[in-house]
Structure formats: structure tokens, C-alpha cells
């Protein structure tokens, strides 16, 4: 079955440090993945995807994500945080032509001032 | 970005009765919905997926006669918890995408709903 994988659930850093969230999934086929945020109180929203071409994906917020193939990963990075990006960070894998879309189980990410 | 709309917000039931919750496509067509559960601190659990149309597809563990789903129009789809239990309480998340091809499968999500059987 296809899984998400997760790892360190809790992240505490400081402002203007940097912040590596891993992603890894099990579905051998092709893939769209994505990486959504969930402010607190707030519902997700799509920080950003990828479907093709450059692995190397740019969100919003100063967000970057980069797909490896032979990994099976799709991390996400952000080179200097601040406290706004207090939140839980959702990576999300659907195969392609296929509608099941799995989340893995979050980073929660607390970001002190 | 396209936005979808989830009603109720919270609802509180007693235990035995039923419930449904409602996931709206306010701008855009959905020909899949899906519907998640997310229990505290933990991440979405896929419960079905819905296709216009067609029968939810619903993923395994979840059952299908307690957790009813009807996606009866492209800008709708509900959820009907059935016989509630206080165990059912949790918080629901439905998300809506437009089509499957490459460049249309990102899914949009509701607010959620938190459902509290008392």
C-alpha cells in the first residue's frame, strides 16, 4: 500500500535558522506530490507541488522543495524561518491518474523568536 | 485559489442519532472529493474518495455503512456519520479536486468540521 513517511514530528528552532523537513513515500509508479501547511486555527493550504519537469520546486512563503527519484523523497526547506511559519507542515502523495491522495503525519514546527 | 466550503463548523450530537456534513466546490467543478479524518496531533487519515457520480471509494478499515458518502453533483459532496458514538468524535476535513489530469490535481480543503458525539 502506499505510505507517506514523516520523521522528527516536533522541530523547535530559532529565527533565521534554517529548517529541512523530510518526506519519503513507498509507490514505485509516478507520483504528484505536494507539501501543505496548517497554520494554527487555520485549514490547510497548498505551500507547493510538483508534477514534472524541474525537481527543484519553489513555493510560496520562501519555501523550496526538491523531488529525488531514486530516493523516493520530496523534502522541504526553507533557508531562514520566522516566527510566522509556526505550523504543522503536511506531505501529501498521490499516483498519477490516480485520486487517492495519502498524507504522511506532519512536522510540527514551532519557530521562537 | 479555488475554495471550498465545509458546513457545519462544529456540530454536537447525542449519541444514536446521525449526522451529516456538507463539502462545497464554491468555484470550481470537483469530479473528486475526498474525505479525511484527523484525530488530535495526529495527520489526515483518507476515509473515502468520491467521485461525481459514482460510488465513494472508501479506504480500508472505514465502513462504508456508518460513513456514508453521496458526491450527487460536481460542487457536492456529503458525509453522513451514522448512528454516532461518542468514539466517532473527531474532526473531518473534506478536500476537492478538479479533474485528474497532471495539470489540474491539486485538491483544495474545507475548513473542517468538528464533530462531537455526546
Known amino acids: 500500500a502506499q505510505s507517506v513517511s514523516q520523521h522528527n514530528h516536533h522541530v523547535i528552532l530559532s529565527e533565521a535558522a534554517s529548517l529541512e523537513l523530510g518526506c519519503n513515500y513507498s509507490y514505485g509508479g509516478t507520483v504528484n506530490l505536494f507539501w501543505y501547511v496548517q497554520y494554527p486555527g487555520q485549514h490547510l493550504q497548498l505551500l507547493l507541488k510538483?508534477?514534472?519537469?524541474?525537481?527543484l520546486v519553489k513555493g510560496i512563503k520562501g519555501f523550496e522543495a526538491e523531488f529525488i527519484k531514486s530516493k523516493f523523497s520530496f523534502n522541504l526547506r526553507k533557508p531562514s524561518v520566522q516566527w510566522s511559519d509556526t505550523a504543522e507542515y503536511f506531505c501529501?502523495?498521490?499516483?498519477?491518474?490516480?485520486?487517492?491522495?495519502?498524507f504522511g503525519k506532519g512536522n510540527q514546527v514551532v519557530v521562537i523568536p | 485559489g479555488a475554495v471550498v466550503s465545509q458546513h457545519p463548523s462544529r456540530v454536537i450530537c447525542k449519541s444514536g442519532t446521525s449526522v451529516k456534513i456538507e463539502c462545497r466546490s464554491l468555484?470550481?467543478?470537483?469530479?473528486?472529493m475526498f474525505w479525511y479524518r484527523q484525530f488530535p496531533k495526529q495527520s489526515l487519515m483518507l476515509m473515502a474518495t468520491s467521485n461525481e457520480g459514482s460510488k465513494a471509494t472508501y479506504e480500508q478499515g472505514v465502513e462504508k455503512d456508518k460513513f456514508l458518502i453521496n458526491h450527487a453533483s460536481l460542487t457536492l459532496s456529503t458525509l453522513t456519520v451514522t448512528s454516532a458514538h461518542p468514539e466517532d468524535s473527531s474532526f473531518y476535513i473534506c478536500?476537492?479536486?478538479?479533474?485528474?489530469?497532471?495539470?489540474?490535481?491539486?485538491?483544495?480543503f474545507g475548513q473542517g468540521t468538528r464533530l462531537t458525539v455526546v
Open positions: 501529501a502523495v498521490n499516483n498519477y491518474g490516480n485520486n487517492r491522495l495519502a
Open positions: 468555484d470550481f467543478q470537483a469530479t473528486t
Open positions: 478536500s476537492a479536486r478538479r479533474g485528474v489530469s497532471r495539470g489540474n490535481t491539486e485538491a483544495f
Open positions: 510538483y508534477f514534472s519537469g524541474d525537481p
